[in-house]
C-alpha cells in the first residue's frame, strides 16, 4: 500500500483533502494514538512506519515500530493481546494518527498488565509534584508473558 | 515547578513510583494527547516543554510549545479557546503525558475551527487508500479568529 507524499500537497489538500499523506519524520515514523472503540480510553501512544501503517491497514490488526527493540511489532505477538482495528483518523496536518481498536485478550494494552499505559496521574501539593496510582488493576502477569 | 531527572530512576521507580519523571527528547519536548473531559475524545496532539508543563499544572490552563513558531504556546489565547485542565497523566515510561481539560470557549480545539484535529478516516478500497472527511462542524470561522 502506498500513500501520497505530504510534499506533493498544499497546506489546503493536506488540511482538507482526501489525499492520505502521512508525515513520517526524519527516522521515518509517525506518532499513533491509540483508543479504544467502546469507551474512548486512550490506551497507549506508539509509533508506525510506512510499513506498519500498511500492514495495519491491510489486516485490521494493529501493527507499530519497536523504537526500543528497532523493528516491526504486531502488537500482542507475544502476549496475546492483539487489536483490531476499528477505524483509523488523522489530524490536521497529517502528523499523527488516532486508531481506534477493540482490546482483545485479557484487555491488557499496556506491557505493565494494565487495561492502558495512563494509569497514574499527577498531584500537585505545595508547589510540587508527584504521580499517584489510579488503582487500574493488572489483567495478566507481565512475568508471565513477556 | 521542578521535575525529576528520569535518569536518577531505576525501571521499576519510573514506570511503577510517585516520582513525575517526564522525558523530555533531546529537542527538550514531551508528546501530549489531549482529550476532552466529558467524552474521552481525543481533541490534538501536541508538545510542552518544561516551562509549558509547569504554567499547565501551576495555571490550570493548558500551555503547549509550537513546534511551528518556535514559542511557548497558551492554547487559546488568540482563539479564546482556553483548556481547563482537569487531569494530568503520564504513561508507563513516561515519555507521554494525557491530559484531561475542558475545552472552553466556542469548544474549538482544532485551528480548522473544528472541535478535535480528527476529523478526517481513512477509508480503504481496492487495495489504495484516502481519507473521508466525518463531517465534524465547523465552530469558529478560522479566518475571523486567526
Known amino acids: 500500500m502506498t500513500f501520497t507524499a505530504p510534499d ?14 502521512p508525515r513520517f519524520d526524519a527516522a521515518g ?4 494514538v491509540t483508543t479504544e472503540a467502546d469507551t474512548n480510553a486512550v490506551l497507549m501512544v506508539a509509533h508506525m512506519n510506512a510499513e506498519a501503517l500498511s500492514l495495519t491497514l491491510e489486516t ?3 501493527h507499530y515500530w519497536s523504537r526500543s ?11 496475546g493481546e492483539l487489536q483490531q482495528v476499528v477505524e483509523l483518523r488523522t489530524d ?12 482483545t485478550g485479557r484487555g491488557a494494552a ?3 498488565g494494565r487495561k492502558t499505559c ?3 496521574r499527577a498531584v500537585v501539593a505545595d508547589g510540587s509534584v ?9 489483567l495478566l502477569d507481565p512475568a508471565s508473558v513477556y
Open 118 to 120: 495512563f494509569y497514574r
Open 92 to 103: 490536521c496536518d497529517q502528523d499523527v494518527l488516532l486508531l481506534t481498536v477493540e482490546q
Open 8 to 21: 506533493t500537497l498544499d497546506h489546503a489538500a493536506l488540511e482538507e483533502g482526501t489525499a492520505f499523506a
Open 130 to 138: 508527584t504521580l499517584e496510582d489510579t488503582g487500574l488493576p493488572r
Open 69 to 79: 527493540r528497532g523493528k516491526l511489532w504486531k502488537k500482542g505477538e507475544t502476549s
Open 60 to 62: 485490521g490488526i494493529a
Open 110 to 112: 499496556c506491557h505493565t
Open 29 to 32: 515514523l509517525i506518532t499513533v
